[in-house]
C-alpha cells in the first residue's frame, strides 16, 4: 500500500516558465514532508521542507504548499531551469517512523 | 568533501553469491539508513542504525544483514544473493533522525546492483 503516492511519472516545461509537482498522501498521521531532487548516477539531495503546522515554505525558486485537508502537497519551481532537469521524490513522516518516499516524477526542462 | 561514500558502484553476482555493500561517512552522523530503489516503486527502507553497535529494520529487511560496527561505517551483506534483489541500494546519514528542517538525510551515489 503505497502511503505516498506521485501520480505523475514525468513531467516536461519549457525553460523560464512555472512547474508544479504534485504529491499525494494517505496517512493523515504524517507530520513532516520533504522534498529530494536526484540526477543520474547520483544520490538524492535534499531541496525543501515544510512541517504539518505550516501550509508554505518557500527557498528561492523552490516552494512548496501544503494542503492538509486534501492530503496534498506540491512543489513549485519558478522560475524553471535547464538544471532542474531531475527526478524528484517526496517523503513524509511523523513520530519515530522513518521516511516514506513516493515514486518520483522525472521533470524535464525545455530550453 | 566526501560526505557519504558507497563502494562498490557497480557489481554483477550470480545467485546464491554474497556479498557486502560498504557505506562510509565523514560528518559524524549517528543515524544511517541503506535504502533501495526500483522501478516504480520509490525508495524502501531495508535496515537503519541509531549508532554505533544498534541497527534496526525497516520496511524490507529479508535476505539483508546489517552491521554498524564504527560510527562512521554501515555495512549491508546480502548473504544468498537472489534475482530479486538485483537493484539500486542508496545509503544515506542524518545528525537526528527528525530535525528534518535542518538535518535531512544525505546520500551516497549508489550501488547498481545485478543478480544473474
Known amino acids: 500500500d503505497q502511503q505516498v503516492k506521485q501520480n505523475s511519472p514525468s513531467l516536461s516545461v519549457q525553460e523560464g516558465r512555472i512547474s508544479i509537482l504534485n504529491c499525494d498522501y494517505t496517512?493523515?498521521?504524517?507530520?513532516?514532508f520533504l522534498w529530494y531532487k536526484k540526477y543520474p548516477a547520483e544520490g538524492p539531495t535534499f531541496l525543501i521542507s515544510?512541517?504539518?503546522?505550516?501550509d508554505k515554505n518557500e527557498d528561492g525558486r523552490f516552494t512548496v504548499f501544503l494542503n492538509k485537508s486534501a492530503k496534498h502537497l506540491s512543489l513549485h519551481i519558478v522560475p524553471s531551469q535547464p538544471g532542474d532537469s531531475a527526478v524528484y521524490f517526496c517523503?513524509?513522516?511523523?513520530?519515530?517512523?522513518?521516511?516514506?518516499f513516493g515514486t518520483g516524477t522525472r521533470l524535464t526542462i525545455i530550453p | 568533501n566526501a560526505g557519504v561514500t558507497q563502494t562498490p558502484k557497480f557489481r554483477v553476482l550470480k545467485t546464491g553469491q554474497s556479498m557486502t555493500l560498504l557505506c562510509a561517512q565523514d560528518?559524524?552522523?549517528?543515524?544511517m539508513y541503506w535504502y533501495r530503489q526500483d522501478p516504480g516503486m520509490g525508495l524502501r527502507l531495508i535496515h537503519y542504525?541509531?549508532?554505533?553497535?544498534?541497527?534496526a529494520k525497516g520496511e524490507v529487511p529479508d535476505g539483508y544483514n546489517v552491521s554498524r560496527l564504527k560510527k562512521q561505517n554501515f555495512l549491508l551483506g546480502l548473504e544468498s544473493a537472489a534475482p530479486s534483489q538485483t537493484s539500486v541500494y542508496f545509503c544515506?546519514?542524518?545528525?537526528?533522525?527528525?530535525?528534518?528542517?535542518?538535518?535531512?538525510?544525505?546520500f551516497g551515489d549508489g550501488t547498481r546492483l545485478s543478480i544473474l
Open positions: 544515506a546519514s542524518s545528525y537526528q533522525d527528525r530535525d528534518y528542517s535542518n538535518q535531512p538525510q544525505h
Open positions: 496517512n493523515s498521521m504524517f507530520d513532516y
Open positions: 515544510i512541517s504539518s503546522i505550516k
Open positions: 517523503a513524509a513522516a511523523f513520530g519515530n517512523e522513518k521516511l516514506t
Open positions: 560528518m559524524n552522523h549517528e543515524y
Open positions: 542504525s541509531v549508532g554505533e553497535g544498534t541497527t
